[in-house]
T-cell receptor, first 115, second 113 residues
Framework: EAGVVQSPRYKIIEKKQPVAFWCNPISGHNTLYWYRQNLGQGPELLIR????????DSQLPKDRFSAERLKGVDSTLKIQPAELGDSAVYLC?????????????FGPGTRLTVT | GEDVEQSLFLSVREGDSSVINCTYTDSSSTYLYWYKQEPGAGLQLLTY?????DMKQDQRLTVLLNKKDKHLSLRIADTQTGDSAIYFC?????????????FGKGTKLSVKP
């Protein structure tokens, strides 16, 4: 079984430029998450999808961040314009719910550097 | 909001047991999780425990839960150099979906040969 796929793995951009990250979850997983992980910190949830619906985006900075999950499968996270403080690793995860347990499977992440 | 605290570093010798501790503030969680992150990789789910359990054992891993003190620990028996990684405790966010996890800052485990 293929894991969660993310691309690109690394991205370096100048501030004020746009950037997009792509995620392909594990087949059959209805729930998709985007996290941001700053250096030396644990992941912080940005947005959670149930199928194609964003059910929790309270931590997403909506002035510059946007996300979509078309057809309830792949997802794209976009930042426009990027700021220096956006440098972090952006992790995508997916899960299915079994008896109340959310086993989240993470992709390798996209390391973003904003200069 | 929910707060999850972990010590940042732990160093052990190969073959010893490692104990990684975690405290959390909320008591409405049903499942509590331990994840492992190796350099340059995403997080890998190691194990989880249901909140009505005190202990769960899975091969070399033992999870202990003290619900009264809101304390969770992960014990790794016979620690190997391949266990060197960052370990994260994660609990569902208070008042939110059980799928919305709050992660600690992670404990970096270093295993010396």
């Amino acid at each position: 079984e293929a894991g969660v796929v993310q691309s690109p793995r690394y991205k370096i951009i100048e501030k004020k430029q746009p950037v997009a990250f792509w995620c392909n979850p594990i087949s059959g997983h209805n729930t998709l998450y985007w996290y941001r992980q700053n250096l030396g910190q644990g992941p912080e949830l940005l947005i959670r999808y149930e199928n194609e619906e964003a059910v929790d985006d309270s931590q997403l900075p909506k002035d510059r961040f946007s996300a979509e999950r078309l057809k309830g499968v792949d997802s794209t996270l976009k930042i426009q314009p990027a700021e220096l403080g956006d440098s972090a690793v952006y992790l995508c995860a997916s899960s299915s719910r079994l008896a109340g347990v959310y086993e989240q499977y993470f992709g390798p992440g996209t390391r973003l550097t904003v200069t | 909001g929910e707060d999850v605290e972990q010590s940042l570093f732990l160093s052990v010798r190969e073959g010893d047991s490692s104990v990684i501790n975690c405290t959390y503030t909320d008591s409405s969680s049903t499942y509590l999780y331990w994840y492992k992150q190796e350099p340059g990789a995403g997080l890998q789910l190691l194990t989880y425990i249901f909140s009505n359990m005190d202990m769960k054992q899975d091969q070399r891993l033992t999870v202990l839960l003290n619900k009264k003190d809101k304390h969770l620990s992960l014990r790794i028996a016979d620690t190997q150099t391949g266990d060197s990684a960052i370990y994260f405790c994660a609990v569902p966010s208070y008042g939110g979906s059980q799928g919305n996890l709050i992660f600690g800052k992670g404990t970096k485990l270093s295993v010396k040969p």
